[in-house]
């Protein structure tokens, strides 16, 4: 028995800030923001909290999932931007959804967290601990980012996203988890401060990670990456994705992006992704189906899913 993804749904907060409001804000273009990182707008929560958007997100996987709150045995949520020093925002969402059985945690990998939760909440299905996990990747990245930093303020946007996971058949194929501290400084933020990052390093480790991860959780499941039905990768960067399907050799069609409409939103991305692939078609049951991500830790790790 392997764990399945049996409900998936995502939230994003309505206002828009497209390239062109940037432009107006910081010493921007649309055609730079676009050539260089395909992004063209991003959503910006404003009265909403981190948990409101996290509880939106799973109310919509609860349903599809067709489990109550009160069957789940673990909340885990992925997330950089909790609202409180502590508890954990797990903690408020379990609050919100009245999952009163449940236990909850926050996990901090950045980027990467929705696969570290994945990891965890699939350990707990295979080992009988839990049965049933909800699993939320939320941020609210725009309160963390330096609205004058024309390097990192157009990157970023807030969302969330949520799975439930399931005892099932096929589930995760394999995967393949990585950190190294000692690359903390190329993407961090301060306990009360926005956003740094070096830019031009990150977007060549990522390139080289994300290829290696892949392939190992590939050649674990067994599998090429001809094999794969769907990339759904962490999104960051448009060219980042481009260039690491092209040295997979998946082809464009085989790629879900969305970053233009939503830029990144760390540990919220793919479980964003995974919920609109599945409302558009582009996911179906039994499709295999290549995860990977890359953050600040620096996180990063592929894992293959049969959904
Ligand atoms: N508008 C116009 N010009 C800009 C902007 C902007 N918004 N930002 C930077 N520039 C300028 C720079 O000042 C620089 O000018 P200079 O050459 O005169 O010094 C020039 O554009 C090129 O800057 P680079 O940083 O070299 O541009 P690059 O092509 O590397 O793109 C980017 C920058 C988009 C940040 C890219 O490096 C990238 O995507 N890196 C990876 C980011 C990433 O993966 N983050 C993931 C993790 S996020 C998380 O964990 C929360």
Not at 23 to 48: L, N, P
Not at 69 to 95: E, K
Not at 174 to 180: H, K, V
Not at 216 to 234: N, T, Y
């Amino acid at each position: 028995m392997g764990t399945t993804i049996v409900g998936l749904g995502f939230y994003v907060p309505h206002h828009v800030l497209t390239n062109f409001d940037l432009e107006k804000m910081v010493d921007t273009s649309d055609q730079w923001i676009t050539t260089r990182t395909g992004i063209k707008e991003r959503r910006i929560a404003r009265d909403e909290d981190l948990v409101d958007m996290a509880q939106k997100a799973s109310v919509k996987a609860l349903q599809m999932a067709g489990v109550e709150p009160n069957q789940l045995d673990a909340i885990l949520v992925a997330t950089i931007t909790p609202p409180l020093g502590f508890p954990a925002a797990a903690c408020l969402l379990q609050q919100r959804i009245e999952a009163q059985r449940a236990y909850a945690l926050d996990i901090s990998a950045a980027c990467s967290g929705f696969l570290y939760g994945l990891e965890l909440a699939d350990a707990l299905i295979t080992s009988g601990k839990a049965k049933k996990v909800l699993l939320v990747g939320a941020e609210k990245l725009s309160q963390i980012v330096d609205w004058q930093d024309r390097s990192t303020c157009v990157l970023f946007g807030d969302g969330a996203g949520a799975v439930v996971l399931s005892q099932g058949e096929g589930g995760v194929l394999s995967s393949t988890l990585r950190s190294d501290g000692n690359f903390w400084e190329i993407l961090y933020a301060p306990k009360c401060g926005s956003i740094k990052m070096k830019g031009r390093e990150l977007f060549r480790l990522a390139v080289r990670s994300l290829e290696e991860a892949s392939l190992e959780a590939l050649e674990k499941a067994g599998l090429k990456p001809q094999d794969i039905d769907l990339f759904v990768p962490h999104q960051a960067n448009v060219r980042i994705i481009e260039a690491v399907a092209e040295k997979l050799s998946i082809p464009k069609e085989k790629i879900y992006i969305n970053i233009d409409r939503y830029g990144n939103t760390s540990a919220a991305s793919i479980p964003i992704a995974l919920s609109e692939a599945y409302a558009e078609g582009r996911l179906r049951r039994g499709d295999t189906v290549l995860l990977a991500a890359m953050g600040g830790g620096l996180t990063w790790g592929a894992m293959v899913i049969r959904f």
